[in-house]
């Protein structure tokens, strides 16, 4: 999978821009704050519909603009896409895929498939339940867009059940309220349990493939293993919700189901989220994302886009190299505030692109 180009019309700090891509090594480079993470998130945008840095679509706009558009010419399976994307002010987003429109998002989950990696990934091992719980839907919705749609029919009907539960701590409330509270629950042990098991057969599949990696990264020191945290075992959700009804009532929000999972990490048997070395945590991280490539290539049978914000500069030399060596066949984007000789010279095709304050030069 590729991007060949991408345009961009009042998209963050570019009122318009056009660039094409090679197909292997794209180099940004710039100061801070020149629109380097700009790009990568314009990328980003077309094969999410939405941002890594924010929920809020509106902050993509220009400001100053109305709507904001974005577009990229992608290859995948060796056809060609075209992807766009428009944003207005009142954050409404219209979704093309070769000029069509698209109703969902999930329709547009899978044409381009992104890993994209920044600092911020590097913490995940330390970061909320929240955010490993975010790395994995994000994951999975883009190999199998039907989770993605499981996901959201679940967290509609738990914001519905939970602005109900705060209802019903009014005193008396009607019992119409209470038979509405079955058929939510009904539905949150439908989609919850669907949830827990795709996450994991998932969290599995990427367990034995990160664990390779990091045995190889550590040199065979370290074993690391990868366990899914379930607040409620699949098969037993609907019992659970139903038990816990009067609590949540009483809490004022429903405890029980996928939006409380984790992920834990263990290197040689022991917690990696308490124990392990900051080096540890990163290389886990890094680890986390190389099996993140490998399970998209194994599931859809091509290479995902990896888009690399500015992590270079984080990782050690040794952990630099095997990152970029792993990823040979990968189409690669990568951002960082210097030229750095090495890295420049090693590369064998590619392009480097100056940005300066929303230009390319
Ligand atoms: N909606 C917007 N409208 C206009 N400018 C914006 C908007 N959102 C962000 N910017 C500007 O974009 C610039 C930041 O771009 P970006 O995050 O891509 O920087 P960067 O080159 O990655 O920098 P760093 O090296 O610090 O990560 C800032 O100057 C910011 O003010
Ligand atoms: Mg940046």
Known sequence: MRV??????????????????????????????????NLIEAIYL???????????????????EENCNVSVEAVSEDIDKKISITINNRGKK??????????????????????????????????????????IDKEISQLRPSYFEALRNYKDVLKQKNSLIKQLRAPGSES?????????????????????????????????????????????RENLEIKYVESVAAENILDEIINSRERDIYNGHCSIGPHRDDLDFYINGIDAKKFG?????????????????????????????????DVLSEL??????????????????????????ELLHGMKEGKVFNVKSGSLV
């Open 277 to 309: 070395s900051q080096g540890q945590q990163r290389t886990v991280a890094l680890s986390l994302k190389l099996a993140e490539i490998q399970l998209a290539e194994m599931i859809l049978g091509e290479n995902a886009v990896l888009l690399l914000d």
């Open 316 to 341: 050690d030399r040794e952990r630099q190299s095997y990152l970029l060596n792993e990823i040979e066949d990968v189409q690669l984007f990568l951002t960082s505030t210097e030229v750095n000789s």
């Open 94 to 135: 219209m979704i093309k895929k070769d000029n069509k429109f698209l109703g969902r998002t999930a329709e547009l989950l899978n044409n381009l498939v992104v890993v994209v990696f920044s600092p911020d990934d590097l913490r995940i091992i330390k970061d909320s339940p929240e955010k490993r719980r975010n790395f």
């Open 176 to 220: 119409k309220m209470r038979d509405m509270l079955e058929i939510y629950d009904m539905q949150l042990a439908k989609y919850g349990s669907e949830i827990i098991k795709i996450r994991r057969e998932f969290v599995e599949m990427l367990s034995e493939k990160a664990s390779k990696i990091q045995n190889n990264i550590s040199k065979g």
């Open 4 to 37: 060949n180009s991408l345009k961009v019309k009042n998209f963050r700090n570019y009122s318009e821009l056009e660039v094409e891509f090679d197909c292997k090594r794209n180099i940004i480079i710039g100061e801070n704050a020149q629109g380097k993470t």
């Open 46 to 64: 077309c094969a999410f519909a939405r941002s890594f840095r924010t929920s809020n679509s509106t902050d993509l706009i220009k400001i100053g």
